[in-house]
Nanobody, 118 residues
C-alpha cells in the first residue's frame, strides 16, 4: 500500500512557475514508476508526465513538453513536477500516481489545485 500526498499548488499568473511535490509513504518508493496527471473542470483526467523507477527515463504530454520537468528523489520518497511558462490552459487539479506494472496506475493522491490567471 502506498499513500501519496501532493502539495505546491496555488494561484499564479501566466508565464509564472510552480513546483509540485508528491510525498509517498512506505519503503518501496523506488519500486514504483510515478506519474502526474491533471483534470480540468468538466474534462477527463489527462496524462502530464511520468518518470521510471530509477529516474533515468521520463515522458511528457506534448502540451507540456519543454515547459514541465518531472524528477524524483528516491531517498526522500518524493516526486516533483517543475512547471514553467504556465498558461491559463494549465489550470487543473494535478494528481500524482504510482504504478508497479507497465500499464495502469495503482495508487493516486488526492490532488492539488493549480490555477493560472491570464
Amino acid at each position: 500500500q502506498v499513500q501519496l500526498v501532493e502539495s505546491g499548488g496555488g494561484l499564479v499568473q501566466a508565464g509564472g512557475s510552480l513546483r509540485l511535490s508528491c510525498a509517498a509513504s512506505g519503503r518501496t518508493f523506488s519500486s514504483y514508476a510515478m506519474g502526474w496527471f491533471r483534470q480540468a473542470p468538466g474534462k477527463e483526467r489527462l496524462f502530464v508526465a511520468a518518470i521510471m523507477r530509477s529516474g533515468g527515463s521520463t515522458y511528457y504530454a506534448d502540451s507540456v513538453k519543454g515547459r514541465f520537468t518531472i524528477s524524483r528523489d528516491n531517498a526522500k520518497n518524493t516526486v516533483y513536477l517543475q512547471m514553467n511558462s504556465l498558461k491559463p490552459e494549465d489550470t487543473a487539479v494535478y494528481y500524482c500516481a504510482a504504478r508497479l506494472g507497465h500499464t495502469s496506475y495503482d495508487y493516486w493522491g488526492q490532488g492539488t489545485q493549480v490555477t493560472v490567471s491570464s
